[in-house]
């Protein structure tokens, strides 16, 4: 009994070690679809084709606008993983409508609150002008953050969702999606920013 036992116990570990290889070597093969972490600082480079519309009322302004973008990716953090994909010194291209509303009185008055979205989608470029990625969903919100102290009112922050699909020999098959967090300062007069700071955090995954 005490020999079929140990051979018993012998052949679950061989088992286990057979297991174990096999999958390492499927792992090492590159079957898994890879996940890599996007992580970049972004600043304004440019604002124009601006439209600006005010729409005056008793208790509150509604605020219309539309504008094209150049978003610059600049320096990564520590933990981004695609400078190979998406170097320094890309560009963020998007067209935005944008619509607020502006309290005149009250705790939460002149402070922005709204939503924008994206009109005809948007396009990522390498710093030599090659199109990297593109999509055609960019959808976010003004004056919103659940995490600020004061969430009513909160002032001069922008949450954006960008999601997108590889378009270069280098970037085919990844999926593009991240959030950006934006502090801003707009004058309302001419919808012109005039004080503009970002970050983006997400994947690029295969799937």
């Known amino acids: 009994m005490k020999k079929s036992a140990k051979f018993i116990g012998g052949v679950c570990i061989l088992s286990l070690l057979l297991c174990m290889q096999w999958a390492t070597a499927q792992e090492g093969a590159g079957n898994c679809p890879k996940v890599m972490i996007v992580s970049k600082n972004l600043s304004l480079s440019a604002q124009g084709d601006i439209t600006c ?9 509604i605020n219309r606008s539309g504008f094209t973008l150049l978003i610059k990716l600049a320096s990564p953090t520590t933990c981004d993983e ?69 969430r009513c009112c909160n002032r001069m922050h922008e ?14 098959g990844f999926y593009f999606r991240a959030m950006a967090v934006i502090e801003e300062t707009i004058d309302l007069k001419t919808c012109k920013y005039t004080n503009w700071k970002g970050k983006l955090d997400g994947v690029l995954s295969q799937e």
Do not use: H, M
Request: with cysteine; proline share 4%; hydrophobic share 30%.
């Open 159 to 172: 949450e954006v969702f960008i999601e997108g699909k590889g378009a270069a020999s280098t970037t085919t």
């Open 82 to 150: 695609t400078q190979n994909l998406i170097p320094p010194g890309s560009t963020l291209k998007v067209r935005i409508k944008r619509i607020t509303r502006i309290d005149k009185t009250g705790a939460c008055a002149n402070v922005e609150r709204g939503s924008f979205y994206n009109v005809g989608g948007w396009t990522l470029n390498g710093p030599t002008g090659a199109l990297l990625f593109q999509g055609d969903v960019y959808r976010g919100t003004v004056g919103t953050n659940p995490q600020a102290s004061n």
């Open 53 to 61: 519309d005010n729409c005056i009322g008793t208790a509150y302004n």
